[in-house]
C-alpha cells in the first residue's frame, strides 16, 4: 500500500471550537475570537488496520491514481472535522472515512478544510476529487454533484443554556436572530421559507450566515445570534462538550450525508464500492464508535440517494 499523506488544513481557520476545551472566546482586534483545543489524542488520529482491495483499487481512473485523492471538509465542525492545536492535522468521523476510502482503493490522501460554501464549486471545477463534509444528500444538490451516502445525519437546533424556548416547526423561530453556515442546506431551507412568520402573522427571524460551524457557534455564546440551525452531530457533539454554555433546543429531521463527486465522474461507483466494503467488514462501524456515533450508522451506501 502506498504511504497516504498526513490531512492537512489547506487555509487558515480559526482553532477548533471553544466546546472543545470548555474555555471562553479570547476576543482579538478585528477577529471574531480565538479558543484553545485539546490536542488530538493517538484514539482520535489512528484508524483501524485497514488493506487495499487490489479489485477496486484497480478500477480507479488514470487521472486519479496520479494525483492521488484530493478531498475537501469544512473544517472545524467536530465530530466530523476540526484541527489539532497544532493548527494542522485534521481529525474527525469525515478525515477517518476519507482516508479509509484511500485506504482501501490504495491511494494518497490529502485532506484540505476549506469553505463550506466553495465545496461544490470546487468539485466542479475539478479542483477537489470528492467532498466529505456533512453534506446532505438532496434532488437539487443532485443536478450539480453525484452522491455516495455513508452516513445518517439531520439537523437541529443550538441555544446558550440560559434560554428556554423550544424548536419543534420554522414557526418558532419567528423573531429570532437565526446563524447558519454559508453554503448549507439549513441556509437555503430558510432562504426558501421566509414566508412562514409571515403567513403566521408573526415577526419574521433574521437570517445570519457565517463562514464556519465555530463563527456560528461563537455568535450564539456572544449573543450575537439567539439560535443555531445546522448538522445535529455538531450540535450535539457541542452540548456534551459544554453543557453549562449550550444545550439542543430541537431536532428537525434525519437525512441522508453524502460523500460528493463531480457529476458524472468515473470514479462514483467505485468510492460506493469501498464504502460498502467498509461498511461490510466492520471498519466503518468502529469508525463511528470512535466518535460516539453509532446511532447514525447506514446499512447500505448509495448513490444519489436523495428522495427530497
Given at each position: ?12 481557520l480559526p482553532l477548533a471550537l471553544l466546546v472543545l476545551s470548555g474555555c471562553g472566546v479570547n476576543p482579538g482586534a478585528g477577529s471574531e475570537g480565538s479558543a484553545t483545543s485539546n490536542p488530538a489524542s ?180 456572544s449573543s450575537r445570534s439567539d439560535v443555531y440551525y445546522g448538522s445535529i452531530s455538531i450540535i450535539s457533539y457541542s452540548v456534551a462538550q459544554a453543557e453549562d454554555t449550550f444545550r439542543l433546543a430541537g431536532v428537525y429531521k434525519r437525512a441522508l450525508v453524502g460523500a460528493a463527486l463531480p457529476k458524472g465522474s468515473e470514479l462514483t461507483p467505485v468510492i460506493q464500492e469501498a464504502v460498502q466494503h467498509l ?30
Amino acid at each position: 500500500m502506498s504511504n497516504r499523506k498526513i490531512a492537512r488544513v489547506a487555509l487558515a481557520l480559526p482553532l477548533a471550537l471553544l466546546v472543545l476545551s470548555g474555555c471562553g472566546v479570547n476576543p482579538g482586534a478585528g477577529s471574531e475570537g480565538s479558543a484553545t483545543s485539546n490536542p488530538a489524542s493517538p484514539e482520535q488520529s489512528a484508524l483501524p488496520e485497514i488493506a487495499a482491495v487490489p479489485e477496486l483499487a484497480d478500477q480507479v481512473p488514470a487521472e486519479v491514481r496520479s494525483e492521488g485523492l484530493i478531498v475537501a471538509t469544512g473544517g472545524e465542525t467536530p465530530p466530523m472535522s476540526f484541527t489539532d492545536d497544532d493548527d494542522t492535522t485534521l481529525v474527525g468521523l469525515d478525515v477517518d472515512m476519507a482516508n479509509a476510502i484511500g485506504a482501501v482503493l490504495d491511494l494518497d490522501t490529502d485532506v484540505e478544510a476549506v469553505g463550506f460554501d466553495t465545496i461544490i464549486p470546487g468539485l466542479t471545477a475539478g479542483r477537489f476529487t470528492i467532498a466529505l463534509s456533512s453534506l446532505g444528500v438532496t434532488l437539487q444538490r443532485q443536478e450539480t454533484v453525484d452522491f455516495v451516502s455513508y452516513y445518517n445525519g439531520g439537523q437541529g437546533f443550538l441555544a446558550t443554556a440560559e434560554s428556554d424556548f423550544e424548536v419543534e416547526t420554522f414557526e418558532d423561530l419567528c423573531g429570532l436572530r437565526v446563524g447558519v453556515t454559508l453554503g448549507t442546506v439549513q441556509q437555503s431551507t430558510l432562504e426558501d421559507s421566509t414566508n412562514v412568520c409571515t403567513d403566521a402573522g408573526k415577526e419574521p427571524w433574521e437570517l445570519q450566515s457565517y463562514p464556519d460551524n465555530n463563527q456560528s457557534v461563537l455568535a450564539i455564546q456572544s449573543s450575537r445570534s439567539d439560535v443555531y440551525y445546522g448538522s445535529i452531530s455538531i450540535i450535539s457533539y457541542s452540548v456534551a462538550q459544554a453543557e453549562d454554555t449550550f444545550r439542543l433546543a430541537g431536532v428537525y429531521k434525519r437525512a441522508l450525508v453524502g460523500a460528493a463527486l463531480p457529476k458524472g465522474s468515473e470514479l462514483t461507483p467505485v468510492i460506493q464500492e469501498a464504502v460498502q466494503h467498509l461498511i461490510d467488514d466492520g471498519t466503518y462501524a468502529e469508525i463511528l464508535a470512535k466518535w460516539g456515533l453509532e446511532d447514525n450508522a447506514i446499512e447500505v451506501a448509495e448513490i444519489n440517494g436523495a428522495t427530497s
